[in-house]
C-alpha cells in the first residue's frame, strides 16, 4: 500500500510538471504574473510567513491546497479583510493637507509650487496599495465553496512636467469556487479546486486639474467585465500522524479575457508537535516561470494556540512576519504584518504590509 501511494503521488509531480514546462509555448494569449491571479490570502498563513500548503486545517486553508478539504474542520462564515502598504498613511496625509493646492495647481505661485513638489518627492511616482476581500466560506469534510471577492487598488501622486498627474489602476475579481477532496490511500489525499472569475479593471494617469473630467471615463470602464475560470489540483501525504506533505497546481488552468494565469507549481511541509503548536515550510513557482531568487519563493512560519488567541510569526521571502488572533468562537478578529519583496531578490525592493480581519460565523 505504502509503495503504491507513493507511485500515485510520482505519476501527478511528473504529469504536473510536464505541463507547467509546455504551458503557453503554442498561445497567443498574455501570461501575466503569478502574483496578479486572483488568489485569496490567509490571514493566518500571512503572519506565518505563507507557509500553509500542508498546514491548513480551519475554512480557508483549501484556498490554499484543495486536498486539505480532507483535513478541514467545519466552517460557516463569513470574513471581511483590509490590507494597506507602508506609503498608505504617508499619501493619505499628503493629499488631505494638500488638497486645496493640488486642485487649484494653475493658481499656485512660483514658491508654492516648489513646496508642493518638494513635498512629493518622498513618494513621486509610488503607488499605495489597498486590498479589501469579503469572503463567504461553506467547509465541511472533503468538500468546500466560496464566494469571494478580491479588490486591489493602487493610487499615487506623481510630479509629472506642467502638473502634478494623479495616478491609479484597480482590480476587482469576483471569484466563485468549489472545493472537493478524496483520500485515495490510508495517507494520501486529492483535492480540485474549481473557480469561475468575473474581472473589472481601470489604470489612469491624468493631471490634477483634470482629474473631475476624467472621473465619467473611469466609471464607464469598470462597467465592462471579462469573465474567466480557473482549475487548481492538490495533494496531501502524511509523513507521520503528525507531519503533512503539501504539493499544489495553482492554476493548472487559468484564463481570464486575454489574461492567462501562470501555472504555480508549489510544494510544503508542516509538523505538529502538538495540538497547540504547528510549523511550516512551503516553496512556490518551482518553475521559476515569474524569473525571482529562491528568497523570493520560500515562505516559512510558526503558530501558537492558547485559549481566545493565537500567536504567529515566520518569514515571508526572508522578511520576519508577525501575526495574532483573538477568537471569540463566533467573532474572530486578526491582524498580521509582513513584507513582500517586488525586485528580483530579496533586500532590493521590501514592502511593509498590514492586513485585518474581521470574522463572523462558525469555525475557526
Known amino acids: 500500500m505504502k509503495i503504491q501511494?507513493?507511485?500515485?503521488?510520482?505519476?501527478c509531480l511528473a504529469i504536473c510538471v510536464m505541463l507547467g514546462l509546455t504551458q503557453g509555448a503554442e498561445s497567443q494569449s498574455q501570461t501575466i504574473s503569478s502574483k496578479d491571479a486572483p488568489f485569496r490570502t490567509s490571514i493566518r498563513a500571512l503572519g506565518m510567513g505563507g507557509a500553509y500548503i500542508a498546514a491548513g486545517r480551519n475554512g480557508g486553508a483549501f484556498h490554499y491546497n484543495p486536498a486539505l478539504l480532507n483535513q478541514s474542520h467545519t466552517d460557516v462564515s463569513l470574513a471581511y479583510d483590509m490590507g494597506f502598504d507602508?506609503?498608505?498613511v504617508n499619501v493619505f496625509d499628503f493629499i488631505d493637507k494638500n488638497q486645496d493646492n493640488l486642485k487649484n495647481f494653475n493658481d499656485l505661485t512660483a514658491t508654492?509650487?516648489?513646496?508642493?513638489?518638494?513635498?512629493?518627492?518622498?513618494?513621486?511616482?509610488e503607488k499605495i496599495k489597498l486590498r479589501f476581500i469579503p469572503t463567504f466560506n461553506i467547509v465541511t469534510h472533503?468538500?468546500?465553496?466560496?464566494?469571494?471577492?478580491?479588490v486591489k487598488v493602487g493610487a499615487g501622486v506623481d510630479r509629472g512636467i506642467f502638473e502634478p498627474r494623479v495616478l491609479a489602476d484597480g482590480t476587482a475579481d469576483i471569484v466563485v469556487m468549489m472545493g472537493l477532496a478524496k483520500r485515495v490511500s490510508e495517507k494520501t489525499a486529492m483535492g480540485v479546486n474549481l473557480k469561475t472569475i468575473n474581472r473589472r479593471s481601470a489604470d489612469f494617469r491624468v493631471g490634477v486639474t483634470k482629474l473631475d473630467d476624467t472621473f465619467d471615463s473611469i466609471i464607464d470602464s469598470l462597467k465592462s467585465s471579462e469573465q474567466g475560470y480557473a482549475v487548481d489540483f492538490g495533494l496531501l501525504h502524511?509523513?507521520?500522524?503528525?507531519?503533512?506533505f503539501g504539493f499544489v497546481v495553482q492554476d493548472l488552468y487559468g484564463k481570464v479575457g486575454d489574461d492567462e494565469f501562470p501555472m504555480?507549481?508549489?510544494?510544503?511541509?508542516a509538523t505538529h508537535p502538538n495540538d497547540n503548536m504547528t510549523f511550516a515550510l512551503d516553496?512556490?513557482?518551482l518553475l521559476n516561470k515569474d524569473g525571482v531568487s529562491i528568497f523570493n519563493r520560500v515562505h516559512m512560519g510558526a503558530e501558537f494556540r492558547v485559549p481566545l488567541l493565537n500567536f504567529r510569526g515566520g518569514f515571508n521571502q526572508g522578511y520576519p512576519t508577525l501575526g495574532a488572533g483573538l477568537n471569540l468562537k463566533l467573532i474572530k478578529i486578526d491582524y498580521a504584518f509582513y513584507r513582500t519583496e517586488n525586485g528580483r531578490w530579496t533586500g532590493?525592493?521590501?514592502?511593509?504590509?498590514?492586513?485585518?480581519?474581521?470574522?463572523i460565523g462558525w469555525g475557526w
Not at 112 to 125: A, N, S
Request: net charge negative.
Open 283 to 285: 516553496v512556490v513557482d
Open 348 to 359: 532590493l525592493d521590501g514592502r511593509s504590509q498590514h492586513e485585518f480581519q474581521a470574522k
Open 238 to 244: 502524511n509523513l507521520s500522524d503528525r507531519t503533512n
Open 86 to 88: 507602508q506609503n498608505t
Open 264 to 269: 504555480n507549481i508549489k510544494a510544503g511541509l
Open 112 to 125: 508654492e509650487e516648489t513646496q508642493l513638489f518638494q513635498g512629493l518627492t518622498p513618494f513621486d511616482g
Open 142 to 150: 472533503n468538500f468546500g465553496l466560496a464566494a469571494y471577492g478580491t
Open 5 to 11: 501511494s507513493w507511485n500515485w503521488i510520482a505519476r
